[in-house]
């Protein structure tokens, strides 16, 4: 099943695919049947029930309505980093025997559409596409072959990253947090309907249209398999939990000259048989200073 989460008239909804058609509800309407978080919270039946209940649902249209991330407040959000061999090279690190793990908050998710911000004291606005894995029930000391049962769904993630405040200590979460960053969605699609840990699936970042970034997910030197089990070992995966899963070679970093974001760019990321997350690039200032005005 593919999944969208919006907002329409200040309401939350839930949309569900049937074919390329979308039917959904919102909590205004009594027949709502919660959101993506209560549902993967529930289990695995109610997702499923969800998705029958919403298909005879009325129609919707995508660009009539308010895209969401597809869960907005995930108790822990992971983000591998380093995990392609061709990245770390770019990158200038040894390729590391053990995954590079950070944290994102929810204060810097935005959904699709919704405009990554630069600040006005950086230049160093840079791209990473990636995979992202959706933990579906709790689980610690996960078996690496028992731990695709405990992903229940992948989407799209753009880990948009301020370069020079990343590298200002050996920690990079600044870098890393920055309001209006983290692009996630537009399509949470259930485990079922893609290759077991989306291996073989094709990653693809176009700045502008242009191709930036190309790689397979099987490429990824630590599987999800392996993640959910190396981070089951230190702590309890909860439902909802995301596993940004790392970005390929290609960054505005690595480039001579370094190729940065700017305002006016449109930056997207596809994988296959997900969807396509596409975002806006503006100046935080000139956003504010709309506001305003």
Known sequence: MRFVSYQQ???QGLAVAVGDVWHGLTEANAAFPGTLQTLIDAGENALLNAGRALSSAPVVSLVAVTPLPPLSNPEKIVCVGLNYIDHSAESGFKQPDYPTLFGR??????AHGAPILRPCFSEQLDYEGELV??????GRDIAEADALDYVV?????NDASIRDYQFKA???TPGKNFDDTGAFGPVFVTADELPPGCEGLHLQTRL????????????????????????SG?????????????????VGLARKPPLWMRDGDTVEVEIEKIGILSNPVRDRAATKAALVA
């Open 9 to 11: 008239n200040g309401k």
């Open 105 to 110: 908050f929810n204060s810097s998710l935005i």
């Open 133 to 138: 894995a959706v933990i579906g029930k709790a």
């Open 153 to 157: 769904g992948y989407s799209i993630f």
């Open 170 to 172: 050996p920690q990079w």
């Open 208 to 231: 502008n249209g242009q191709v930036v970034q190309e790689a397979s997910i099987s490429d990824m030197v630590f599987s999800v398999a392996r993640l959910v089990s190396i981070l």
């Open 234 to 250: 230190f702590m309890t995966l909860k439902p909802g939990d995301l596993i940004v899963t790392g970005t390929p070679s290609g």
